[in-house]
């Protein structure tokens, strides 16, 4: 298996531009979480999905982000408009039934200028 | 509510051992982590410890937790240059669908 995919690996946007973030977990895992990463706050949890289902979005900072989950090999987190505060890097992670270890992506650098 | 702390950095030399600490306040956190994150990577999952072990070994690994005081560490023998990068403390709970909640992570730097 390749791991977890995540596209792009770098996205330089304008403030107000739309942008999305997308995310392939691994095959067969059931879980799947999107967190951001800055120097400041560290490794937060914006929101994670189990069986395709938002369980837990109280980590998504506000309305102009939202999260989506369609089917269980592919996921979405759009940002709309972008601030610079936005910029970060934002990580993708799935884990399988059990949930010994979660795998993470390489991630997703985001410069909104 | 879930917190997790640690130092934000540590400074070894090269062939020594190295220590990281953790403490965390959620009690019913079922497993404790560690991940290792090398520069412009995602997290790698170092080693891990069930709530009801007191200790884990992994080659150059040991992985302590005090459970009534909450407090984790990582001790990392013989402490090399590629081990420079920053180590994350991380918990969740046994229920289903339940995410990892992180520290802010403690930058090892191993000088030669």
């Known amino acids: 298996d390749a791991g977890v995919i995540q596209s792009p690996r770098h996205e330089v946007t304008e403030m107000g531009q739309e942008v999305t973030l997308r995310c392939k977990p691994i095959?067969?895992?059931?879980?799947l979480f999107w967190y951001r990463q800055t120097m400041m706050r560290g490794l937060e949890l914006l929101i994670y999905f189990n069986n395709n289902v938002p369980i837990d979005d109280s980590g998504m900072p506000e309305d102009r982000f939202s999260a989506k989950m369609p089917n269980a090999s592919f996921s979405t987190l759009k940002i709309q408009p972008s601030e610079p505060r936005d910029s970060a890097v934002y990580f993708c992670?799935?884990?399988?039934?059990?949930?010994?270890?979660?795998?993470f992506g390489q991630g997703t650098r985001l410069t909104v200028v | 509510g879930e917190d997790v702390e640690q130092s934000l950095f540590l400074s070894v030399r090269e062939g020594d051992s190295s220590v990281i600490n953790c403490t965390y306040t959620?009690?019913?956190?079922?497993?404790l982590y560690w991940y290792k994150q090398e520069p412009g990577a995602g997290l790698q999952l170092l080693t891990y410890i069930f709530s009801n072990m007191d200790m884990k070994q992994d080659q150059r690994l040991t992985v302590l937790l005090n459970k009534k005081d909450k407090h984790l560490s990582l001790r990392i023998a013989d402490t090399q240059t590629g081990d420079s990068a920053i180590y994350f403390c991380a918990e969740t709970s046994n229920q289903a669908g339940t995410a990892l909640i992180f520290g802010k992570g403690t930058t090892l730097s191993v000088s030669s």
């Open positions: 959620d009690s019913s956190s079922t497993y």
């Open positions: 992670a799935s884990s399988g039934t059990g949930f010994i270890e979660a795998f």
């Open positions: 095959s067969g895992h059931n879980s």
